[in-house]
């Protein structure tokens, strides 16, 4: 009886192809969209954590705090908190921490000739290399002598070698710095290699000195921006933050005058944010295959309506309720299942054309497929029921008799 059933829905949907096609579509929008929404934003967290991860999970920002306004003063960010000093402090005193980078920036023009560019100066230690996996390719980065003795030398980024140089190595020249109405003269003693742009942004286009000459030509001060430290181990990464934040609480006597933030960190507040978009956008994706599931309801009733005088005779031939009953599930069942697949292929090829365009990896879970497939089948059952259980409850006489 099953198959037969089977046979007789199949017959009554092709009999109406543009009708059930458009019957189904709903489904297929619903599916798809559940697919490709969930896939898409699988990848890019996927791609935004593995940035982080390439970073290394044992990085750890400390920046300096917000003060609070009192009195009616304004808040505002503590700037005179970091010293090298403290930086040093820090790795001596700190176990678990390995090294730790100070950086300040500013941002100006570099000159060559006649030619500019803007660009951001950075000055840091020679760990910056280390810390952040990126090293010189032509060249070399700056030393220790150069720091302990604040000499004028530079490192430029990929970008801005491409630019004013037109791609030549300029190691062994001289470049003009101009800041705030000055200008300022360096050796260039490397080149950065081409460095994919991650978490940190996109650091081609920047430009590196040794701390003590930035402290020396632009602020004027003993104060760093802030750190970067690196744990000895990822394991030992919160083990790090503790000792961190237990040194600093106790050298800065207030623990609002530092923010410290590790790459783990991080990373827990990325996945968090993104799977909560990703649910949200997926329940957006969803109200389609209910949507598919009233026009599946629609067309049965449409159905039970023409086809009363055939219910009518089956009835009189000896079909019970279930008989009839089943006919119409099945009929609907097979509208949401044939839509289902349909959309799984068409939210899949969707899903590998934007990753594509996006460049990002194509994540599609097989528990996504099931999901949005079931959920397809549930939505068939569910409004499907109420046409079947109409066309069972109709009277032999009233059906025949049916104009």
């Known amino acids: 009886m099953i198959f037969e059933t089977l046979r007789i829905a199949i017959r009554s949907l092709n009999s109406n192809k543009l009708?059930?096609?458009?019957?189904?579509?709903?489904?297929?929008?619903?599916?798809?969209?559940?697919?490709?929404?969930?896939?898409?934003?699988?990848?890019?967290?996927?791609?935004?954590?593995?940035?982080?991860?390439?970073?290394?999970?044992?990085?750890?920002?400390?920046?300096?705090?917000?003060?609070?306004?009192?009195?009616?003063?304004?808040?505002?960010?503590?700037?005179?908190?970091?010293?090298?000093?403290?930086?040093?402090?820090?790795?001596?005193?700190?176990?678990?921490?390995?090294?730790?980078?100070?950086?300040?920036?500013?941002?100006?023009?570099?000159?060559?000739?006649?030619?500019?560019?803007?660009?951001?100066?950075?000055?840091?230690?020679?760990?910056?290399?280390?810390?952040?996996?990126?090293?010189?390719?032509?060249?070399?980065?700056?030393?220790?002598?150069?720091?302990?003795?604040?000499?004028?030398?530079?490192?430029?980024?990929?970008?801005?070698?491409?630019?004013?140089?037109d791609k030549q190595n300029p190691v062994g020249k001289k470049i003009t710095f101009y800041s705030n109405n000055h200008s300022y003269v360096f050796n260039i003693i490397g080149v950065m290699e081409e460095k994919e742009r991650g978490i940190s942004g996109d650091l081609n286009g920047n430009a590196y000195i040794p701390i003590t000459t930035y402290l020396n030509m632009f602020s004027n001060s003993r104060y760093v921006s802030s750190f970067v430290a690196q744990a000895a181990s990822s394991e030992e990464a919160s083990t790090a933050v503790d000792q961190i934040e237990y040194l600093l609480t106790k050298y800065l006597d207030n623990d609002g005058d530092f923010n410290i933030m590790s790459q783990d960190q991080l990373l827990d507040t990325i996945t968090e944010v993104t799977g909560s978009m990703k649910l949200m956008l997926s329940g957006i994706a969803a109200i389609s295959l209910l949507v598919g599931g009233i026009g599946i309801m629609n067309i049965m009733l449409v159905s039970v309506t023409e086809r009363t005088k055939e219910i009518g005779i089956r009835k009189a031939l000896g079909a019970k309720r279930k008989n009839i009953?089943?006919?119409?599930?099945?009929?609907?069942?097979?509208?949401?299942?044939?839509?289902?697949?349909?959309?799984?292929?068409?939210?899949?090829?969707?899903?590998?054309?934007?990753?594509?365009?996006?460049?990002w990896p194509l994540v599609i879970s097989p528990a996504t497929v099931l999901l949005a497939f079931g959920f397809s089948l549930i939505v068939g059952i569910f409004f499907g029921i109420y046409p079947a259980v109409k066309a069972s409850k109709l009277d032999p006489v009233d059906a025949l008799s049916y104009e």
């Not at 009953?325 to 292929?345: D, K």
């Open 325 to 359: 009953m089943g006919q119409f599930i099945i009929e609907a069942l097979t509208l949401s299942s044939v839509g289902g697949v349909v959309g799984v292929i068409v939210g899949g090829t969707g899903a590998y054309f934007v990753s594509q365009l996006g460049e």
């Open 19 to 165: 009708r059930s096609i458009l019957s189904m579509l709903g489904i297929i929008i619903g599916v798809g969209a559940v697919i490709a929404v969930i896939s898409i934003a699988s990848g890019t967290q996927e791609q935004v954590t593995g940035r982080i991860s390439d970073m290394g999970s044992n990085q750890i920002n400390i920046r300096p705090g917000i003060s609070r306004g009192r009195f009616g003063s304004l808040s505002s960010t503590a700037t005179d908190v970091f010293t090298v000093e403290l930086g040093e402090a820090i790795v001596e005193y700190c176990p678990a921490v390995s090294r730790v980078i100070p950086s300040s920036q500013t941002s100006g023009y570099l000159m060559v000739g006649d030619d500019n560019y803007q660009a951001t100066l950075i000055g840091t230690s020679k760990e910056y290399q280390i810390v952040n996996k990126y090293y010189p390719d032509n060249g070399k980065f700056f030393s220790k002598f150069d720091i302990d003795n604040g000499n004028n030398v530079i490192v430029l980024g990929s970008d801005l070698v491409d630019e004013l140089y």
